[in-house]
């Protein structure tokens, strides 16, 4: 049985339990639930506060976890990442208010800054023998200026809307964060079978969430240009239509590939051209 880590509440949450689902884990939580069993899959699912994640994964009560980085590296905990999953991508950030002066983090030194990851900012302050008095604050920390608690803040910053409704501007970017599946590495050896398996599901959703499939009719006579322009996974399937002269080819393409390889396929008569999302890619 593989004991699997969410976040309870939080930003990681839809997106956590959506890839599970796209992994074809059919997870049974109602409303509060702790803990969920996995219907289809030897696993169960635990909803967990976010900060307390890493040491539940550092002492095997879990043995994977859907996590932010920046939890992670906050906590130092000994524990492996296995894949990053491209969602809840934010930075570790320094702030100050709009108008005051910054030329780098030299500029706090003596200063006060507030944050809810003081471990990672010391680290970051003693790595630019910086002094400054960290004030360690759970929540709403983009206040603490306002209010007169602090002269700076480092905090996480997504869209950066937080701070500009506080009036504050980021300056300083300590770490980039993005939520990963990180696992115990006890269990790694102990679980290996289960936890390839995981991980070759989350690696094909992801495969597939970057690509679309994509079906278009064609003449013949420019069936062997638009090959060369379709950046394939082997070779693309090109079928006879009814109507003499003309085929319908189909083929996989990577999403920063679409509006170029479109172009090119109008560009050489394509017509009818349909993108499809891909739901999983094995290769
Ligand atoms: C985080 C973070 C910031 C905000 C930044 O808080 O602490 O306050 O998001 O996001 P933005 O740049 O898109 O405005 P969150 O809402 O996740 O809740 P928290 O205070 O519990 O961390």
């Avoid at 990053?84 to 005051?100: Q, T, Y």
Wanted: glycine residues 6%; contains cysteine; proline residues 4%.
């Amino acid at each position: 049985m593989l004991r699997i880590a969410v976040q309870k509440s939080g930003r990681l949450y839809d997106e956590s339990l959506k890839l599970l689902k796209e992994c074809g884990l059919h997870v049974d939580n109602g409303m509060d639930q702790l803990k969920a069993e996995v219907r289809n899959f030897p696993a169960e699912v635990y909803f967990l506060r976010n900060s307390d994640i890493p040491q539940y994964l550092e002492d095997g009560v879990v043995d994977i976890a859907i996590i932010g980085e920046n939890v992670l590296s906050e906590k130092n905990a000994n524990v492996y990442v296995l894949e990053k999953l491209g969602f809840s991508k934010c930075r570790l950030s320094i702030a100050l208010p709009k108008n005051d002066e910054y030329i780098g983090i030299a500029s706090l030194e003596g200063k006060k800054i507030a944050t809810s990851y003081p471990n990672t900012l010391q680290k970051y302050l003693d790595e630019k023998q910086v002094t400054a008095e960290i004030h360690l604050i759970s929540g709403s920390v983009e206040i603490a200026p306002n209010i007169g608690l602090a002269d700076a803040i480092c905090d996480l910053v997504s869209s950066g809307s937080t701070l500009f409704k506080n009036g504050l501007e980021e300056k300083d970017i300590l770490f980039r964060s993005e939520a990963c599946i990180a696992v115990n590495p006890t269990a790694l050896e102990e679980k290996k079978d289960i936890i390839d398996e995981i991980l070759f599901r989350v690696q094909s959703v992801l495969k597939a969430r970057d690509h679309r499939y994509i079906l278009f009719n064609i003449p013949n006579k420019q069936i062997k240009t638009v090959g060369k322009m379709l950046p394939v996974l082997k070779s693309p399937t090109v079928l006879p239509l009814l109507d003499e002269g003309w085929s319908s080819m189909h083929s996989v393409i990577h999403v920063d590939d679409f509006w170029k390889v479109i172009r090119g396929l109008k560009e050489h008569g394509a017509q009818g051209i349909l993108v499809i999302p891909v739901e999983n890619m094995v290769i």
